[in-house]
Structure formats: C-alpha cells, structure tokens
C-alpha cells in the first residue's frame, strides 16, 4: 500500500511510519512540527519508501499520485501543547479531518482516524466501553482536544455513512514509549526526566486518579490489525492494566533508583479521575490484546530517556 500519515514526526506517527515502512509500504509523511519532530524519523528520511514534507493538514492538501490509506494522526496530544496550542489543536480535528477525509475520498482509499480516549471525558462509568458518550465539558480548557475528536469522529461516520467511505475510529488509550518529548509535560515524560535528574516528581491531586497505559508497540500493532480490519466503528485500543498516579510515580522512582523526593501539585481542571478501556471489541474481533506489561514497558522508555538526558 501507499499510506499518508499526517503527523508522521510526532510520537505515534513516527513509530507508526517506521512499522508501515519495515511492512514494505510506502509512506508519504506529513508534519507541521509544532509538536513533532524531525528527530524522531531521521533514520526514515534515507528509505526510499519514505516521502516527507513539512506541511499544516489544516490547509487543502494535495497529494499526486495513488494513495491506498490515509492515516490522520497530526494533533497536539499532550494537555499542556493543548492549552499551549487551543486553536491549532481545534484546527487540526476539524479543519485537518475534514481535507484528509477529502483526500481520502478523492483517492478511493481508507481512511483512519486517531481518536482518543478523551472522548469520553471525566468518565462516569469505568471501564470504558466503546458505547459510552462520555462526559465532557465541552468550554474547558481540556475541550478543546475532547470536542475536536469528538468532532472527527462524527465527521468521519458521516463521510462513511453518505460516500460510503471505508473508515476506521481508533480510540487511543494513554500511550508511552520512546520518542515521547521530554518536555511534552505527560506524567511518564514528567515522572521519568524528574526521576533521573533526582528532582522532585510531581503528583498532581492526591495521585489517587487512575490511567492505564499502553506500550507503543502494542499499541501500532492494534492499529494495523485494526486498518486491516474491515470495521466501520470506534475500537478502543489500550491497556487494561489501570493503576494509580502515585504507584506510577512509585514505580518510575524504584526502577531508576532515583533519589527524588514524591510532591504534591494541584490537579488540572477536568482531570479525568479514572479511565480504562474496555477492550472486548479488540480481543474478539482484531485477535489483539496488549504484550508488554507495565514493568517491561517503563525499562525499556527509561532507558530512551536516559539516552537522551
Ligand atoms: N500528572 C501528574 N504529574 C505530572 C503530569 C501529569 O500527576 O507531572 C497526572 C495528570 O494530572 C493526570 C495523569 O497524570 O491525572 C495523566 O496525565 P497525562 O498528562 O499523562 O495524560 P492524560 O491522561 O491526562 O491525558
């Protein structure tokens, strides 16, 4: 296949970029680097298969030639790049849907949507499962990543329903691994750079919020299964494995034998208290579940860390 991905030097668009490539895609990546970075596919810039171009998805894009999927994972998806960037993250999960939806349709090929998690909000029930609205507050300062992904989604059902398109909805869980930044402000980045440099780890609240998290290659494989797939609705792909921010903090202090001190930070305003996806829907229709448990998965992203301090 030819995949376009948008946001292809962010966290997952590079990581994704280098799986479609190692699979003998070709890949035509696109980025507008607020938040990504050519750091992260310098080694893909010398694959014959792989085109880049620094580029707004929020602007008409063209791309000559065939194209068999469009992979649209350009967004700021950390919440301080979302209260740093409100409009370009608005911009990009409505504007940039709707030209790569276009572009999609134009060509004939899938399209993908990378969705979050944050669809459903504060939630009020827990595991999530893929039926669940959510609970968002649509003019906080969180809203406007939940409302442009929510927005996506929408707008990609309706391209599915009226052009009949063939689309997928991945409802990302929280996700870590290397090439995170390790400014992106994220507890794993927070937690590991504080943690190495023995400063303070910063606990927002009481650390009694829960997540679950998802190694990034767990997580690329349940996206190619599920582009594969031939399933017109959201899946949710994550880590059940939940666990609280504290123990986070505990474990990331344990395994790099920090000598930081754990302190406490007020919460964000509509931090999610809880959040774990459901993935039934995954398990029996993608034959995916997650490989990397959280201790293996914490080593090898320290490591990356390490690296780069
Ligand atoms: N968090 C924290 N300390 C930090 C950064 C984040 O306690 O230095 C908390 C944050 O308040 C949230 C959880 O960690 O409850 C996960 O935050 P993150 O930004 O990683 O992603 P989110 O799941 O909120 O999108």
């Not at 869980?173 to 930044?181: A, I, L, S, V």
């Not at 931090?271 to 995954?282: E, G, H, N």
Request: aromatic share 8%; proline share 6%.
């Amino acid at each position: 296949m030819r995949i376009l991905v948008t946001g292809a030097a962010g966290f997952l668009g590079s990581h994704l970029s280098r799986y479609l490539l190692a699979r003998n895609h070709a890949v035509v990546g696109i980025d507008n680097l607020i938040t990504g970075s050519v750091d992260n596919i310098k080694d893909l810039l010398k694959d014959p298969g792989f085109e880049f171009t620094k580029y707004d998805v929020t602007n008409y894009l063209h791309v000559p030639g065939r194209l068999d999927a469009v992979l649209h994972f350009a967004s700021p998806a950390s919440p301080i790049d979302y209260l740093k960037f409100p409009i370009p993250t608005l911009k990009v999960g409505a504007l940039g849907t709707h030209k790569a939806l276009g572009l999609a349709k134009d060509k004939k090929a899938i399209f993908m949507i990378a969705s979050t998690s944050e669809v459903y909000g504060d939630p009020l029930i827990n595991p999530q499962h893929e039926s669940y609205w959510g609970n968002v507050n649509p003019i906080g300062p969180r809203g406007v990543y939940d409302e442009a992904k929510r927005f996506a989604e929408a707008m990609t059902m309706a391209y599915h329903r009226y052009h009949k398109m063939q689309v997928r909805l991945l409802r990302i869980f929280n996700t870590y691994g290397p090439n995170m930044r390790l400014e992106d402000g994220r507890a794993v980045p927070n937690f590991m750079t504080q943690a190495l440099k023995n400063k303070p780890i910063t606990v927002y609240g009481d650390g009694s919020q829960t997540r679950s998290l998802c190694y990034v290659s767990d997580l690329i494989d349940g996206i190619y299964r599920l582009l594969k797939s031939g399933i017109n609705e959201p899946v949710n792909i994550g880590n059940p494995q939940e666990i609280t921010l504290l123990e986070l903090a505990r474990a990331i202090k344990m395994i790099t034998g920090s000598r930081s001190k754990i302190v406490f930070r007020p919460l964000p305003e509509d931090d999610p208290k809880v959040r774990r996806p459901d993935i039934t829907l995954a398990k029996s229709k993608l034959k995916w579940s997650p490989k990397v448990d959280l201790e293996n998965g914490l080593k090898k992203t320290i490591s990356y860390f390490r690296s780069k301090l």
